[in-house]
Protein backbone atom coordinates (compact mmCIF):
# COMPACT_ATOMS: atom_id res chain seq x y z
CA UNK A 1 0.00 0.00 0.00
CA UNK A 2 1.16 3.24 -0.76
CA UNK A 3 0.07 6.46 0.84
CA UNK A 4 -0.84 9.73 -0.60
CA UNK A 5 2.61 11.18 -0.01
CA UNK A 6 4.02 8.48 -1.95
CA UNK A 7 2.62 10.22 -5.42
CA UNK A 8 4.42 10.99 -8.31
CA UNK A 9 3.73 11.28 -11.95
CA UNK A 10 3.22 8.30 -14.00
CA UNK A 11 2.75 6.51 -10.78
CA UNK A 12 0.12 3.67 -11.35
CA UNK A 13 -2.26 2.89 -9.09
CA UNK A 14 -5.78 0.78 -8.16
CA UNK A 15 -8.69 2.74 -7.53
CA UNK A 16 -12.09 1.19 -7.73
CA UNK A 17 -10.95 -2.03 -8.83
CA UNK A 18 -9.07 0.11 -12.49
CA UNK A 19 -5.76 0.69 -13.28
CA UNK A 20 -5.03 4.50 -13.30
CA UNK A 21 -1.75 6.58 -14.02
CA UNK A 22 -1.64 9.07 -12.28
CA UNK A 23 -1.28 12.40 -14.72
CA UNK A 24 -0.90 15.14 -12.25
CA UNK A 25 -0.82 16.09 -7.98
CA UNK A 26 -0.51 18.52 -6.11
CA UNK A 27 -1.29 18.99 -2.25
CA UNK A 28 -3.55 21.31 -1.02
CA UNK A 29 -3.96 22.35 2.64
CA UNK A 30 -7.20 23.93 4.03
CA UNK A 31 -8.32 25.83 6.96
CA UNK A 32 -8.12 23.88 9.84
CA UNK A 33 -8.70 20.67 8.20
CA UNK A 34 -6.15 18.06 7.08
CA UNK A 35 -4.66 18.55 4.39
CA UNK A 36 -5.94 17.07 1.10
CA UNK A 37 -4.18 15.66 -2.34
CA UNK A 38 -6.03 16.64 -5.73
CA UNK A 39 -5.27 14.40 -8.31
CA UNK A 40 -6.11 13.93 -12.06
CA UNK A 41 -6.03 10.36 -12.88
CA UNK A 42 -6.02 8.51 -16.44
CA UNK A 43 -7.57 5.11 -16.96
CA UNK A 44 -5.23 2.77 -18.23
CA UNK A 45 -7.98 0.91 -19.98
CA UNK A 46 -10.23 3.10 -21.24
CA UNK A 47 -8.23 6.56 -21.62
CA UNK A 48 -10.70 8.62 -19.47
CA UNK A 49 -9.45 11.06 -17.11
CA UNK A 50 -10.94 11.83 -13.87
CA UNK A 51 -10.25 14.46 -11.07
CA UNK A 52 -9.94 13.11 -7.52
CA UNK A 53 -9.21 14.11 -3.90
CA UNK A 54 -7.16 11.87 -1.37
CA UNK A 55 -7.13 13.01 2.04
CA UNK A 56 -3.60 13.49 3.11
CA UNK A 57 -2.09 9.96 4.67
CA UNK A 58 -4.54 7.94 3.00
CA UNK A 59 -3.84 4.51 1.49
CA UNK A 60 -3.96 3.18 -2.11
CA UNK A 61 -2.95 0.13 -3.71
CA UNK A 62 -0.10 0.88 -6.14
CA UNK A 63 0.12 -1.54 -8.63
CA UNK A 64 3.65 -3.33 -9.03
CA UNK A 65 4.43 -2.45 -12.45
CA UNK A 66 8.08 -4.31 -14.26
CA UNK A 67 9.38 -2.43 -16.65
CA UNK A 68 10.55 -4.36 -19.87
CA UNK A 69 13.04 -3.49 -22.05
CA UNK A 70 11.19 -3.94 -25.74
CA UNK A 71 12.07 -3.30 -29.92
CA UNK A 72 9.42 -1.59 -31.98
CA UNK A 73 8.98 -3.10 -34.74
CA UNK A 74 5.91 -1.66 -36.75
CA UNK A 75 2.30 -0.25 -36.62
CA UNK A 76 -0.31 -1.83 -38.69
CA UNK A 77 -2.69 1.52 -37.80
CA UNK A 78 -4.49 -0.37 -34.77
CA UNK A 79 -1.92 -1.34 -32.63
CA UNK A 80 2.00 -0.29 -31.99
CA UNK A 81 4.16 -3.52 -32.14
CA UNK A 82 7.04 -3.89 -29.74
CA UNK A 83 9.36 -7.06 -29.45
CA UNK A 84 10.61 -8.48 -25.43
CA UNK A 85 14.65 -8.38 -26.02
CA UNK A 86 14.39 -11.28 -23.93
CA UNK A 87 11.81 -13.80 -25.20
CA UNK A 88 10.90 -12.22 -28.70
CA UNK A 89 7.27 -12.03 -28.69
CA UNK A 90 5.97 -9.45 -30.08
CA UNK A 91 3.25 -7.59 -27.93
CA UNK A 92 0.71 -5.60 -29.60
CA UNK A 93 -0.05 -1.59 -27.75
CA UNK A 94 -2.98 0.40 -28.28
CA UNK A 95 -3.22 4.23 -29.23
CA UNK A 96 -4.49 4.86 -25.64
CA UNK A 97 -1.76 3.27 -23.55
CA UNK A 98 1.42 4.92 -26.07
CA UNK A 99 -0.50 7.95 -26.19
CA UNK A 100 2.30 11.08 -27.34
CA UNK A 101 5.11 8.79 -26.66
CA UNK A 102 4.96 7.65 -30.88
CA UNK A 103 6.29 11.09 -31.39
CA UNK A 104 9.67 10.24 -30.26
CA UNK A 105 10.01 6.11 -31.39
CA UNK A 106 11.40 5.44 -34.14
CA UNK A 107 11.32 1.70 -35.92
CA UNK A 108 14.02 -0.38 -34.18
CA UNK A 109 14.50 1.71 -31.09
CA UNK A 110 14.77 0.32 -27.91
CA UNK A 111 12.43 1.43 -25.13
CA UNK A 112 10.80 0.16 -21.57
CA UNK A 113 7.56 -0.89 -21.98
CA UNK A 114 5.71 -0.59 -18.47
CA UNK A 115 3.47 -3.92 -17.89
CA UNK A 116 1.08 -5.00 -15.19
CA UNK A 117 0.14 -8.84 -14.97
CA UNK A 118 1.27 -9.57 -18.54
CA UNK A 119 -0.51 -6.44 -19.73
CA UNK A 120 1.34 -3.05 -21.72
CA UNK A 121 -0.04 0.26 -19.17
CA UNK A 122 2.58 2.63 -20.25
CA UNK A 123 6.36 3.48 -21.78
CA UNK A 124 9.33 5.11 -20.17
CA UNK A 125 10.94 7.21 -22.70
CA UNK A 126 14.81 8.50 -22.20
CA UNK A 127 14.35 12.23 -21.46
CA UNK A 128 16.22 13.07 -24.70
CA UNK A 129 16.02 11.17 -28.25
CA UNK A 130 17.93 12.12 -31.57
CA UNK A 131 16.05 12.47 -34.53
CA UNK A 132 16.44 13.47 -37.87
CA UNK A 133 14.79 16.60 -39.79
CA UNK A 134 12.32 15.62 -42.48
CA UNK A 135 11.39 19.12 -43.67
CA UNK A 136 12.57 22.63 -42.85
CA UNK A 137 12.77 25.43 -44.75
CA UNK A 138 15.40 27.13 -45.22
CA UNK A 139 16.83 29.96 -42.69
CA UNK A 140 17.08 33.53 -44.01
CA UNK A 141 20.67 35.49 -43.84
CA UNK A 142 20.57 38.30 -41.55
CA UNK A 143 18.14 36.83 -39.16
CA UNK A 144 20.63 35.73 -36.71
CA UNK A 145 20.65 38.96 -34.49
CA UNK A 146 18.22 37.26 -32.30
CA UNK A 147 16.61 33.94 -31.53
CA UNK A 148 14.70 33.24 -34.42
CA UNK A 149 12.77 29.73 -34.88
CA UNK A 150 11.28 27.99 -37.03
CA UNK A 151 9.11 24.78 -37.39
CA UNK A 152 10.49 21.77 -38.44
CA UNK A 153 8.96 18.11 -39.18
CA UNK A 154 10.99 15.07 -37.43
CA UNK A 155 10.97 11.74 -38.83
CA UNK A 156 8.47 10.86 -36.89
CA UNK A 157 6.30 13.48 -38.06
CA UNK A 158 6.44 15.93 -35.04
CA UNK A 159 6.83 19.44 -35.40
CA UNK A 160 9.16 21.33 -33.30
CA UNK A 161 10.54 24.68 -33.22
CA UNK A 162 14.06 24.67 -33.90
CA UNK A 163 16.79 27.66 -34.66
CA UNK A 164 16.81 29.16 -37.88
CA UNK A 165 20.04 27.96 -38.83
CA UNK A 166 19.26 23.95 -38.41
CA UNK A 167 18.59 22.55 -41.71
CA UNK A 168 17.02 19.46 -43.46
CA UNK A 169 18.60 16.48 -43.16
CA UNK A 170 20.19 17.41 -39.70
CA UNK A 171 19.65 15.13 -35.79
CA UNK A 172 18.68 17.48 -33.82
CA UNK A 173 18.09 16.36 -30.04
CA UNK A 174 14.43 16.62 -28.61
CA UNK A 175 13.32 16.32 -24.98
CA UNK A 176 10.32 13.72 -24.80
CA UNK A 177 9.26 15.60 -21.20
CA UNK A 178 7.96 18.90 -23.25
CA UNK A 179 8.79 18.42 -26.95
CA UNK A 180 11.09 21.14 -27.58
CA UNK A 181 14.64 21.49 -29.07
CA UNK A 182 17.28 21.29 -27.12
CA UNK A 183 20.39 21.17 -29.44
CA UNK A 184 21.95 19.73 -32.30
CA UNK A 185 22.96 15.62 -32.53
CA UNK A 186 26.01 15.13 -31.48
Request: hydrophobic share 35%; charged share 30%.
Amino acid sequence: MASTSDFRVGMVIIYNDELYKIIEYRHAKVGRGGALVKTKLKSIESGKVINNTFRGGEKVEEARVEAREMEYLYSDGLNYYFMDKETFAQMPISDNIIGDSMNYIIANQTVKVLVYDEKPVGMELPTAVNLKIKHADPGVRGDTATSVTKPATLETGLVVDVPIFINEGEEVKIDTRNGKYLSRAK
